[in-house]
């Protein structure tokens, strides 16, 4: 069974420029999840998603970023424009429907933005 | 307010020596925690989580509601175990939002 895939798995890319990153959950997982670690500090969650719905975007920095998830499958988070505060690894996750603690989330590899 | 405390950025032991990741938690309800970790090169995965009361790699984590603590321990670390370790908790009733520590390296010495 295929994973979490991000694409790319690294970006550089200057100030005020943008980018779009995508992720693939694993096929019939409708919960799928953002969250970014800036160098040095903690994994923060940005937002959720339950098939094509958003469910919480509480953690969503600004409006400079924009996620959608697409008829329930593949997500896209966009960056416009990129400032260099967001450099950092953003990973997604997915998880099966269903009481959080009962599934396992599965995380993917990250996607490392380098903004400069 | 929600928060994930590891105090430790970087932890190094010897082969066969025990070992201790601390992390304490603040959740203003009932949390549920876990701990996840990333090998070199590899995926963010979970490693354990409390609800489940079990040990695996030789990892065991006791939920210490009175000290609001979840630490990590494993009797005799192995090289393998190197890798980086983030606690992490979500709501009994909140589930599909983690709040993670900023992790803490292990550095297993042979």
């Known amino acids: 069974e295929a994973g979490v895939t991000q694409f790319p798995s690294h970006s550089v890319i200057e100030k005020g420029q943008t980018v779009t990153l995508r992720c693939d959950p694993i096929?019939?997982?409708?919960?799928l999840y953002w969250y970014r670690r800036v160098m040095g500090k903690e994994i923060k969650f940005l937002l959720h998603?339950?098939?094509?719905?958003?469910?919480?975007e509480s953690g969503m920095p600004n409006n400079r970023f924009l996620a959608e998830r697409t008829g329930g499958t593949y997500s896209t988070l966009k960056v416009q424009p990129a400032e260099l505060e967001d450099s950092g690894v953003y990973f997604c996750?997915?998880?099966?429907?269903?009481?959080?603690?009962?599934?396992?989330?599965?995380f993917g590899e990250g996607s490392w933005l380098t903004v400069v | 307010a929600q928060r994930v405390t590891q105090p430790e950025k970087l932890l190094s032991v010897f082969k066969g020596a025990p070992v201790e990741l601390k992390c304490n938690y603040s959740?203003?309800?009932?949390?549920?925690l876990f701990w996840y970790v990333q090998y070199s090169r590899q995926r963010l995965q979970l490693l354990l989580r409390?609800?489940s009361r079990e040990s695996i790699k030789g990892f065991t984590a006791d939920l210490n509601k009175g000290e609001t603590s979840f630490h990590l321990k494993k009797p005799f670390a192995q090289e393998e175990d190197s890798a980086m370790y983030y606690c992490?908790?979500?709501?009994?009733?909140?589930?599909?939002?983690?709040?993670f520590g900023s992790g803490t390296k292990l550095n297993v010495k042979p």
């Open positions: 998603f339950v098939k094509e719905s958003k469910q919480d």
């Open positions: 409390h609800i």
């Open positions: 992490a908790l979500s709501g009994l009733y909140n589930f599909n939002k983690f709040y």
């Open positions: 096929s019939g997982h409708d919960n």
């Open positions: 996750a997915s998880s099966q429907e269903g009481r959080f603690s009962g599934n396992t989330i599965y």
């Open positions: 959740y203003s309800g009932s949390p549920e």
